[in-house]
C-alpha cells in the first residue's frame, strides 16, 4: 500500500500545484496583502532512482536548509527554498547509451570504488496557503527545481577525482501544514515534496530526483508588503 502510494506521488503532486496555479489566479487579486516570511528546518530526503538507491542506501538521508517568502497575496507567496545534505557510499561505474528518441539507457554498471556526495537544492516557484480551523493552513507549492553538487570519487582503478554537476533538474510540487498562533509572528509547518529529474538533462545533471520531508519554524516579519501590486 506504501509502495503504491509512493509511485502515485509525482501524478497527485502534479494535480495539486495545477490546483496551485488556478487559485492563485482566482484569488490573488482579490486578497489584501500578505506578509513576507522566512523559515528554517530540518528533514530528509530520499532519491527515487535505483542506481542512486544502491549507491548511497535506501534510506533517509538527513538535509537542511531554508525557505524565503515573498508575498503577492495574502496567502499567496513566491517560493524559495535551498536545502543541502551530504552522503558517503558506493561508486557505482555506469556505462550507457542514448537510443534515437534521447532516452538514456543502462548497458552495464557496477560497483567501483567510494564516493563522497554533497548537494545544493534550490526551489523556486509559488506557494498557496488554505486556511482551516485553529490557526491551521494547507500549504501548496510547486515550481522548477535546480541542483548543485559535489562528488569526490575514488576508484580502484583511477585517480581520485571531482565529478560535480550544477543546472535544472527539474521540477517539484509539494504539500504541507502550517499551525500559525493568535497575535504571534511565529509558526510550524511541516512539508513534503517530489522532485522530479529531467530525462533529456540526466546525462549533464545526473538522475538526482526525490522525496523531500522536512518540518521547522517559520518567522513572518511585521508590516511587510506584497512584492507586486
Not at 488554505?130 to 535546480?146: C, D
Request: glycine fraction near 12%; charged fraction near 20%; proline fraction near 4%.
Amino acid at each position: 500500500m506504501i509502495s503504491k502510494f509512493i509511485e502515485m506521488r509525482p501524478y497527485f503532486n502534479l494535480v495539486l500545484l495545477v490546483l496551485l496555479c488556478i487559485s492563485n489566479k482566482t484569488s490573488a487579486q482579490e486578497r489584501p496583502p500578505g506578509q513576507f516570511f522566512i523559515s528554517g528546518g530540518v528533514g530528509g530526503y530520499s532519491f527515487s532512482k535505483q542506481i542512486q538507491k544502491e549507491a548511497y542506501g535506501n534510506t533517509l538521508l538527513f538535509e537542511y536548509g531554508g525557505v524565503i517568502g515573498f508575498p503577492v497575496g495574502k496567502l499567496t507567496h513566491i517560493y524559495l527554498k535551498g536545502s543541502y545534505f551530504e552522503t558517503s557510499g558506493t561508486h557505482i561505474s555506469r556505462s550507457i547509451t542514448i537510443d534515437k528518441d534521447g532516452n538514456v539507457i543502462d548497458r552495464s554498471r557496477e560497483p567501483n570504488g567510494t564516493s563522497d556526495f554533497q548537494m545544493r537544492r534550490v526551489n523556486f516557484g509559488l506557494q498557496k496557503a488554505f486556511p482551516f480551523p485553529m490557526e491551521f493552513y494547507l500549504l501548496l507549492n510547486g515550481g522548477i527545481t535546480t541542483v548543485k553538487t559535489k562528488n569526490r570519487i575514488n576508484r580502484t582503478d583511477f585517480e581520485p577525482h571531482q565529478d560535480n554537476r550544477n543546472g535544472w533538474l527539474g521540477f517539484f510540487g509539494g504539500i504541507g501544514i502550517e499551525k500559525r498562533f493568535i497575535n504571534s509572528p511565529f509558526s510550524l509547518y511541516i512539508e513534503s515534496q517530489y522532485n522530479t529529474t529531467n530525462e533529456n538533462f540526466i546525462f549533464y545533471i545526473g538522475d538526482f530526483g526525490g522525496n523531500s520531508y522536512s518540518f521547522g519554524v517559520r518567522f513572518y516579519i511585521p508590516q511587510s508588503k506584497t512584492a507586486f501590486k
